[in-house]
């Protein structure tokens, strides 16, 4: 019986990748990460944004409207 490969979930995206789900420019986003509002981390020298960090960046915007 043959097995099937499981899709890995994805934990990090590319600062584009993250910023069009967010619905923000390219631009934005390094300004966010930058200013601490967008929490990312570097992987052998190229940023990435972890998935639960969109999540936080919303919950910090619904908080400072």
Request: hydrophobic share 45%.
């Amino acid at each position: 019986m043959a097995t099937t490969a499981r899709p890995v979930p994805r934990v990090a995206l590319t600062v584009e990748e993250a910023a069009q789900s967010l619905g923000i420019s390219r631009a934005t986003a390094y300004r966010r990460i930058a200013d601490g509002r967008l929490r990312s981390v570097k992987v052998h020298g190229v940023r990435r944004v972890p998935v639960e960090a969109l999540g936080e960046f919303l919950a910090k915007g619904v908080e400072a409207a």
